[in-house]
């Protein structure tokens, strides 16, 4: 994935980051108790953090924020490489489509008093990400 993004040679295939969740939410029920096997996990929970680190690293520095501004705003691709790192921001970080995004950006305009809207995202996108709903955030400053 960092190859991809330095070289600018990246292909559409997001089935890694579909398989990385899955490890990851695999991991977190077991260490939250929700899930029990008779054995040790199939993967250690440090690699899985780092790769999580890793992934996100990448994300933030291949320079899709203009690329997000533009798609939540008006709904608009980049050119086909940039399309598809953005893609697969839009996975990782569990984005919404664009109108989802404008709908509840008009449903909070005007009752918000606070300096950021993030905790009522929250509320309002719950399977988003933090950091997706802190640019939605951004969106309505």
């Avoid at 690293?57 to 490489?81: C, F, H, S, T």
């Avoid at 918000?112 to 399977?127: G, K």
Wanted: charged share 20%.
């Amino acid at each position: 994935m960092a190859e991809q993004v330095t070289s600018g040679t990246a292909f559409g295939d997001s089935l890694f980051i579909s398989s990385l969740k899955i490890a990851l939410a695999y991991n977190e029920a077991l260490n939250c108790g929700r899930l029990s096997i008779s054995r040790g996990s199939i993967i250690q929970s440090n690699f899985l953090a780092s790769l999580r680190k890793r992934v996100e690293d990448i994300l933030d520095r291949a320079g899709v924020k203009n690329d997000l501004r533009n798609y939540m705003i008006e709904g608009k691709w980049p050119n086909e490489q940039k399309a598809v790192v953005l893609s697969w921001y839009l996975h990782w970080y569990g984005m919404p489509p664009n109108f989802v995004t404008n709908l509840v950006m008009e449903k909070i305009k005007g009752k918000v008093t606070m300096s950021s809207s993030v905790p009522l995202l929250r509320l309002l996108l719950p399977r988003t990400h933090i950091n997706a709903l802190r640019e939605i955030d951004k969106l309505r400053i």
